[in-house]
């Protein structure tokens, strides 16, 4: 452990008092992994800290909870007191708490075996309900009844969800069954706490699984998500439903937050927008638009920033939009969606397309090849966007342009030219289009 963790420890012991690292980053120690936050629990009171560490930055975080946060050589350390929690309120947060000098009561009030372990360097690992066989089983189990635990907070329920898709953990059957009979209480978390687990759920390894295996626990938050269960396409693009498709989407696609949503949600129009032919198959045009519709509304009901809904709105729009192969078309997608936005959009595509049938794969070489075009007009230096247009506004104003719609308009089309390579990126002959345009001699 970091020698700041270390002397912090070692100062609280000095002091008469006991003290472990706690919860996830001894987990993450015994699972191989990078800890970014390192928790410290003792037997000392929040204002025996204060005393403890006075010579040193110290934040009262929540000495309600029993916290205190202490910076020693610039890293931040919340350390909190042994603690038994009262009841809770509303399935979110405990009525009041009561401190102790027990390590047994504050382990025992914890989520999850796997988060319920303590270490210091004199006593060892701390673990009373086997959590360390628990995460070499890679199983996500409950300290206790877990119908308890959710009761408790129903947050718990996604952060079971959340750690199983991260650690490609298996949730132990009890508690699994715990989830599915107690996913109503989501219903009572801010949307908030609902969201931020849902983006970490995304991340995950095993996403695709948990996507798959609670469905109907992220649908009592998305409802919209449920008519995609089961849905056959009856296509033969397709050998998924319409839900197992976007499943294995979101798995296959980069680990990015905003393609992963983009996967989430790809395909949440399609089952309102089914139509069936003569010959019996299935058909979803316009799917994109009412997927667009349905995405927008989610992401603001969930509280994403403004930005991120429109964001990820667009690329649902334009997921199965056709991009030639050649210059002028991917420049043109490159000026709608940025540099940035088409290369996410080729990430969706291939995740999408990775999630057809595995004979129309073979589509990802096009993707591939549309990948190289981006890379040759970004080293062509092509242009694509007004910034890269060898003329401005002011440029259009010197030759008598002044109307400010007259301008954009003219850029616009300026641009344009450009990018149909009916015209050279260069600022005489620009200006003559530009006049020919406004009429001006």
Request: charged fraction near 30%; hydrophobic fraction near 35%; aromatic fraction near 6%.
């Amino acid at each position: 452990m970091p020698s700041q963790v270390s002397s912090a420890i070692a100062k609280i012991e000095s002091s008469g008092h006991e003290a472990y690292i706690v919860g996830g980053c001894v987990r993450d120690r015994i699972c191989n992994l990078d800890v970014h936050d390192w928790d410290i629990t003792t037997s000392a009171t929040p204002n025996e800290i204060m005393g403890i560490f006075a010579d040193y930055t110290t934040v009262e975080t929540g000495t309600e909870h029993g916290t205190v946060t202490v910076i020693i050589e610039s890293m931040p350390l919340e350390i909190t007191t042994y603690r038994i929690d009262g009841q809770y309120a509303d399935n979110r947060r405990p009525e009041q708490v009561v401190f102790t000098n027990d390590i047994s009561k504050d382990l025992s009030r914890r989520d999850f075996t796997m988060n319920a372990l303590a270490y210091n360097d004199s006593t060892g690992i701390v673990d009373l309900f086997g959590g360390v066989d628990d995460i070499r089983k890679g199983e996500i189990r409950c300290v206790g009844d877990p119908d308890h635990r959710f009761t408790e907070d129903a947050l718990r329920i996604m952060r079971a969800l959340r750690f199983a898709s991260v650690l490609d953990f298996k949730i132990e059957s009890h508690t699994a069954d715990s989830i599915h009979r107690n996913k109503h209480l989501l219903k009572n978390i801010s949307v908030e706490r609902f969201q931020k687990e849902l983006n970490g759920l995304l991340m995950g390894e095993a996403v695709e699984r948990i996507l798959n295996e609670y469905r109907d626990v992220i649908a009592v938050i998305i409802p919209e998500i449920t008519p995609m269960f089961d849905f056959d396409q009856r296509t033969k693009y397709h050998n998924l439903d319409i839900w197992r498709h976007t499943a294995k989407s979101v798995g296959e696609s980069k680990k990015e937050l905003e393609v992963r949503l983009t996967m989430l949600f790809h395909d949440i129009g399609k089952p309102s927008s089914f139509s069936v032919d003569e010959q019996g198959v299935g058909h979803f045009y316009g799917h994109g638009k009412e997927s667009t519709i349905l995405t927008k509304r989610i992401l603001k009901r969930l509280k994403y920033p403004t930005r991120t809904t429109e964001y990820i709105s667009k690329l649902v729009r334009y997921h199965d939009a056709q991009i030639h192969p050649n210059k002028k078309s991917v420049a043109r997608w490159m000026n709608r969606l940025s540099e940035q936005g088409i290369r996410r959009l080729l990430s969706v595509k291939r995740a999408d397309t990775i999630a057809h049938a595995p004979e129309y794969i073979g589509r990802l070489d096009e993707i591939d090849n549309i990948e190289k075009i981006v890379d040759a007009v970004i080293e062509d230096e092509d242009c694509f966007s007004l910034k890269q247009l060898s003329v401005d506004g002011n440029d259009l104003i010197e030759i008598g342009i002044t109307k400010g719609t007259k301008i954009g308009n003219t850029l616009k089309s300026l641009l344009d030219a450009v990018i149909n390579q009916e015209c050279e990126n260069d600022k005489e002959k620009l200006l003559d289009i530009a006049k020919e345009l406004n009429k001006i001699k």
